[in-house]
């Protein structure tokens, strides 16, 4: 593992959020879902990886915001709907992601847009993260997509870097 990806933590969608949406079939925000097969291109903010062809995903509005705040944002997401293991914090920088161009946007510890955003291209995501949360007013960076914007994972200093 480079230094790079040790000096990030990946958050993707918490767990009891997936299987609530599983169970459910509603987001917080009045949608009734359902499963839809996919023909190998929905991204699970869950497992981090790309749907096969042919597996099930659920589409739903979601806001990757604990706290009320000018900047925050609700959009579309896909989870597999069926369980998938959770991307690992300490998992490096999503290896299918590594390949895609990303939006980055960083925040700061009041959830505000603290700098500008980046479009990286390919292989370049975890390096301009990295580069991102070397600013001390840079609590967090989003990674968004390329083609849509939509929210894909968060991005925070690992804490295991920051005890080295």
Do not use: W
């Not at 589409?59 to 069926?82: D, M, N, R, T």
């Amino acid at each position: 593992m480079n230094t790079i990806t040790q000096t990030l933590a990946i958050v993707a969608l918490p767990t009891d959020v997936a299987q609530g949406i599983r169970q459910s079939l509603r987001d917080g925000f009045g949608n009734q879902l359902r499963p839809q097969v996919d023909d190998g291109s929905a991204p699970c903010r869950h497992c981090l990886r790309i749907a096969l062809p042919g597996e099930e995903v659920i589409l739903f509005s979601y806001k990757p915001f604990a706290q009320p705040g000018l900047y925050q944002e609700i959009g579309p997401v896909f989870i597999h709907a069926h369980a998938c293991r959770p991307y690992g914090r300490d998992d490096g920088f999503p290896p299918v992601f590594l390949k895609r161009p990303l939006v980055l946007r960083p925040y700061d510890d009041r959830n505000d847009i603290c700098d500008a955003q980046v479009l990286v291209g390919s292989g370049e995501g975890a390096a301009a993260a990295d580069g991102m949360l070397a600013n001390p007013q840079v609590a967090y960076v989003h990674a968004r997509s390329a083609s849509r914007g939509c929210f894909l994972f968060r991005i925070e200093r690992s804490s295991k870097a920051q005890g080295d």
